[in-house]
């Protein structure tokens, strides 16, 4: 038997019933997502940790190594890449950065290939042994170091070359590559405990990142605009389109050509009456009040949230603080998007009214047509 309140209606329950199916899923993706990155982190700080190398390592690699050097990593596949224009490219640091989403297998415009090989990573240099020949890297002589955001292309700048060039590696291996190529020019600046540092930082921060699971909704909850298709935008839809068209009516001003009595007056010498239209009474037109543009006065006494949905969270498109870490029932007050809580960044508003967490980002709302405007508190 279905579940009825105190008038017999069962719409509350099905309310409860969508929000709390909805408040899970959502909720499932945002902590599998922090999982995810919670274990990469652990991984990468055991491997910092633990990333050491040897001459041994090097047994049968047609490299000549120095008396105190060591293979760290070697990579069998990957391709020399040069670029002949390129600007000055940023100095090499120890950042390590967060995925930023897969990379493409293709390279970028204006870089071409032009040898292949492997890829060995040693204490004091990065090399490929290539089939024309080797090209080697020095740390103490880089004076640039970029790795492209889209596709797995590092660039390299030393003091002795004037042209750009860098590696093409696969897809599945640069990220690896990247992290112990970092970890390989800390150790050659003896600055380990820097990146180890980093590390327990980013660790310590993604913990309190944790999504919290969200409560359950109950049917008393339910709000009469919530029963309606589309909820308040429609709601609201709807009245200002009763504003408008009463309004656009008396701004009209219609006439009628032909309607309207007629009486007959006197008769001319043509002997024929003669129709007059008796005259009508004046018209007042009535104009609407001026409308003020939300952007010329975002805050206005009628409007305390500048068009924001209405909620008890202070949430509202007037300006003020970015909202990183909204409160739990947001989604209660918002129109989420789907792995609303997997977004790392700050409340914005999309271009189709869903409201995302991944403000500042490049992909923000990216299947939602754009990112509209930030909400604030």
């Known amino acids: 038997m279905a579940k009825t309140d105190s008038t017999g209606s069962t719409w509350r ?63 069998p596949a990957a391709q020399l890449v040069e670029v002949r224009h390129t600007p000055v490219l940023p100095a090499p640091d120890l950042t390590v950065a967060a995925p930023t989403g897969p990379l493409r297998p293709r390279r970028p415009d204006g870089v071409r290939v032009t040898d292949a090989g492997m890829a060995v990573i040693t204490s004091r240099r990065l090399v490929l042994l290539g089939g024309r020949g080797r090209r080697d890297w020095a740390y103490g002589r880089m ?40 970890l390989a020019f800390a150790d050659a600046i003896e600055q380990r405990a820097a990146v180890l540092a980093q590390l327990d930082e980013l660790i310590a921060e993604h913990a309190q990142l944790k999504p919290f699971r969200p409560a359950a909704a109950t049917p008393a909850q339910a709000r009469l605009t919530s029963f309606v298709p ?18 656009a009516l008396i701004e009209s001003d219609p006439s009628d050509p032909t309607g309207g009595p007629e009486v007959a007056a006197a008769a001319t010498p043509s002997g024929e009456p003669v129709l007059i239209r008796p005259a009508a009474p004046a018209l007042t037109r009535v104009t609407p009040p001026p409308t003020t ?18 909620n008890p969270l202070g949430y509202g498109f007037c300006g003020g603080t970015r909202i990183r870490r909204p409160a739990a029932e947001v989604c209660d007050w918002f129109d989420c998007v789907p792995q609303f809580w997997a977004g790392r960044g700050y409340l914005v508003q999309c271009r189709d009214g869903s409201v995302s967490l991944a403000g500042g980002g490049a992909k923000a709302c990216g299947e939602h047509r754009g990112v509209r405007r930030t909400i604030t508190k």
């Open 13 to 75: 329950y099905r309310w409860a019933h969508r929000q709390n199916v909805r408040r899970v899923s959502t909720f499932r993706g945002a902590e599998t997502a922090w999982r995810r990155r919670a274990d990469e982190l652990r991984r990468l700080r055991a491997l910092a940790a633990d990333f050491q190398g040897s001459a041994a390592a090097g047994d049968g690699l047609p490299l000549e190594l120095a008396a105190d050097e060591a293979v760290l990593w070697v990579l």
């Open 230 to 247: 589309g909820g308040r935008r429609t709601i609201a839809v709807a009245a200002a389109l009763a504003l408008l068209v009463p309004a």
């Open 293 to 310: 543009s939300p952007r010329s006065a975002p805050r206005t006494t009628g409007d305390p949230r500048c068009g924001a949905p209405e």
């Open 143 to 182: 004076t640039g170091l970029a790795h492209d955001p889209a596709s797995p292309v590092t660039l390299i700048q030393v003091l002795d070359r004037r042209s750009t060039a860098g590696l093409l590696l696969p897809t599945d291996a640069a990220p690896d590559f990247r992290f112990k190529l970092t």
